[in-house]
Structures are given as C-alpha cells and as structure tokens.
C-alpha cells in the first residue's frame, strides 16, 4: 500500500533550521506533484510549499517564501522542506502530499520553534 512518511521535525528555536523529509512507497513517485501542508492547534491546515513531477516548478505561501525550499529526489522516492529563519508562528504539525489521480497523506510530524 502506499505510504508517506515524514520525518526531521523537533524542537528549533527563532531564527534556527530544520530539513524536514518525506519518504514515499508504494506509488510511482515522479507522477506525482508534491506538497507540504502545515496544521497549527486551532487552525485549518494550509498549503505551506508545491513542486511538480520534475521539480521545475515551485511555489510557497507567502508566510514563508525567502525562508522554506521545497525540493525532491526522484530517485529516492523523497520530498524535502529546508526551513530556515524559524519563527514560532511554523510551529505546526507539518503534512506532506503526494497529488495525481490519487491523493495520499503521510501522518505528520510535529515541528516546535521555541526558545
């Protein structure tokens, strides 16, 4: 069956860095466009970062642009997020999102900025 896992969340404080990655199986990897979503407590879960199948194309929230690259690796099946100048307002539950004929979702993992 398919699964996106995503791993490299933790503790980072203000101003700090963390590369977050998201390991795929079970799926042809490069059909699929990749995203990352994020969930803060209380809030609805949003767009955080999108690549195309041969990661041409890029595009982020506003909220991060300058700040968060989304990136791939084909060959490995991944999906990465290099966060860096962390503010508290990412800390989140970050998601990442595998889109063609079929929408998957991995479980998440929780990403803190905090001094």
């Known amino acids: 069956q398919v699964q996106l896992v995503e791993s490299g969340g933790g503790l980072a404080q203000p101003g700090g860095s963390l590369r977050l990655s998201c390991a795929a199986s079970?799926?042809?990897?490069?059909?699929?466009?990749m995203s990352w979503y994020r969930q803060a407590p209380g809030k609805e879960r949003e767009l955080v970062a999108s690549?195309?199948?041969?990661?041409?194309?890029?595009d982020y929230a506003d909220s991060v642009k300058g700040r968060f690259t989304i990136s791939r690796d084909n060959a490995k099946n991944s999906v990465y997020l290099q966060m860096n100048s962390l503010k508290p307002e990412d800390t989140a539950v970050y998601y990442c999102?595998?889109?063609?004929?079929?929408?998957?979702w991995g479980q998440g993992t929780q990403v803190t900025v905090s001094s």
């Open positions: 690549i195309s199948v041969t990661g041409g194309y890029r």
């Open positions: 079970g799926l042809t990897f490069s059909n699929y466009a």
């Open positions: 999102r595998a889109r063609w004929r079929r929408d998957f």
